[in-house]
């Protein structure tokens, strides 16, 4: 699953600003988040149109992070980010943790976690914004 992964974040590196290999490597990002993180795919016909990759183990603070959510361009506008999300926080739900956050600088994708109950706690002046939202479950 590990090369799929790969070839995906490679598919929707540049939808990414900036480009997420040029703030990771993907190969160790994918081995990261599939050995200590969960990832959730969409595919059609067996290819990976989406991904949701997120951590629940902050058991301190019962905070789960999702550290990426990507769909391939051909498949955005078709509820893929949105159905997604939903999957992880049901999942998240079953993990104990009592807090989601994630951090972005995409303003559909902004818009798509507002939409689904998360909060702007915090913004970056940077280039574009970066927002960092939490949600309560």
Excluded: W
């Excluded at 994708?109 to 280039?127: P, Q, R």
């Amino acid at each position: 699953h590990e090369a799929e992964l790969i070839r995906f974040l490679q598919d929707v590196n540049s939808l990414f600003a900036p480009a997420l290999d040029t703030k990771t490597d993907l190969s160790s990002f994918s081995k990261k988040i599939l050995t200590l993180g969960h990832v959730l795919v969409a595919t059609v016909n067996d290819t990976i149109i989406g991904a949701c990759c997120f951590y629940t183990n902050d058991l301190i603070n019962n905070k789960a992070y999702i550290s990426l959510l990507g769909v391939k361009s051909a498949y955005s506008g078709q509820h893929v980010a949105t159905d997604m999300i939903s999957m992880a926080i049901e999942y998240i739900k079953l993990a104990k943790m009592k807090t989601i956050a994630i951090h972005t600088n995409n303003p559909i994708a902004k818009h798509i976690y507002e939409k689904n109950g998360f909060m702007v706690l915090s913004s970056e002046e940077t280039d574009p914004v970066r927002y960092y939202l939490e949600m309560s479950i």
